[in-house]
């Protein structure tokens, strides 16, 4: 299981990457660092698309062959899967989308940026019509899983281009300018869209039973590990943008390259969830496939798939989450010190787990 969690992590990077790089090419030069992007990179990257987004498939195959031989599984599942289907659209777009970026210099024409723009959303389409979400509704899942994508793309492909692809922090206030109200936006759309991909397999009022389950553990780590990112978006956002403003002395490329790693942490608790079994009920699910192995080590009381977990402070998680506290506190200490941005980079993910164990032992 633990190649599919990394291959569905590796693929929501290689799309950012893509979308982060052509994007970019429509920012006047004026309005952000130095940036080069090598070919290589692209290419890369449109691999990996290729490659990462077979481990649903394959997990499938494994998962069927058995009982009418692997052919014909794999076949079946080409044929007829929705998953298998989306696999095949995205190879064909992949081939073409390879060989016109290796064919022409597309990072040098905003025609030919805008042509890669937009086969990397085509094959975000294809993944979308593909996703859990897409299957239980007739259009709405697919579009609203598509929209949240997208919204993650944009926002953590600029983030990482400009990170990790800059040569210079030279007009990083005019970057920060447009920037920010975009990431804000790209933020809110993922809230929004969200909250509506999660009531597809749970009820909002369920969303602490669902700890439960593998699916509400990986949905809770998920959300913890935003934390430490919007500590290190509104440093980067509004506090850095106010020492630019001032002319203080600062590098700000080095916070942005922790905030991505943060945000990659994202995709692999994504990664995660994305596999596990969602609890459309969860007294069923409970029943048929047990809790989980976190929740199991947690819980000391009898695990019953009609119970209903309460929460309720105790000595142990008020020490959790009074450390936590201490750990987002240290964030900020960090920032203000001028500390190597690894420092509070630890220090978000100290929290994480802090509140992590906070949570857990919350459970009664």
Request: glycine content about 6%; charged content about 10%; hydrophobic content about 55%.
């Amino acid at each position: 299981m633990i190649w599919i969690y990394i291959s569905e992590s590796l693929l929501y990077l290689c799309f950012s990457l893509l979308m982060g790089a052509f994007i970019i090419q429509f920012i006047p030069e004026r309005l952000k660092p130095e940036i080069r992007i090598s070919k290589r990179l692209l290419q890369l990257a449109i691999l990996g698309v290729v490659f990462f987004s077979i481990a649903p498939l394959i997990r499938v195959i494994l998962f069927l062959y058995e009982d009418i031989g692997l052919m014909l599984t794999m076949q079946n599942v080409l044929t007829g899967f929705e998953v298998g289907k989306a696999w095949t659209v995205t190879i064909i777009l992949a081939i073409f989308f390879y060989l016109f970026v290796s064919l022409f210099s597309v990072l040098n024409s905003k025609v030919l940026s805008g042509i890669s723009l937009a086969f990397t959303f085509v094959l975000l389409l294809a993944l979308g019509w593909a996703s859990h979400g897409a299957s239980l509704t007739e259009w709405s899942g697919f579009v609203v899983h598509s929209l949240h994508f997208l919204a993650v793309t944009v926002w953590i492909g600029i983030l990482l281009i400009v990170g990790w692809c800059s040569k210079n922090a030279e007009n990083w206030l005019s970057y920060l300018r447009w920037f920010t109200p975009l990431a804000i936006a790209c933020f809110l759309t993922i809230v929004g869209t969200g909250l509506f991909l999660m009531t597809l397999v749970i009820d909002v009022n369920e969303y602490g039973d669902a700890w439960t389950l593998p699916y509400g553990q990986a949905l809770l780590v998920k959300h913890l590990t935003i934390i430490p990112v919007l500590f290190f978006a509104c440093i980067n956002g509004f506090w850095i943008k106010r020492k630019l403003k001032r002319q203080e002395q600062i590098n700000p490329r080095p916070w942005l390259k922790f905030e991505s790693v943060l945000l990659f942490l994202t995709f692999v608790s994504t990664g995660v969830l994305g596999q596990q079994e969602p609890p459309h009920s969860i007294e069923t699910t409970l029943a048929g496939s047990g809790p989980s192995a976190n929740f199991d080590y947690f819980y000391s009381g009898v695990i019953e798939p009609s119970m209903s977990l309460q929460f309720g402070f105790n000595t142990v998680n008020t020490l959790f989450f009074t450390v936590a506290m201490i750990f987002m506190g240290l964030i900020v200490f960090s920032f203000k010190k001028k500390t190597p941005a690894i420092v509070p980079f630890f220090m978000g993910i100290f929290s994480v787990l802090s509140l992590y164990f906070g949570f857990m032992s919350s459970m009664q």
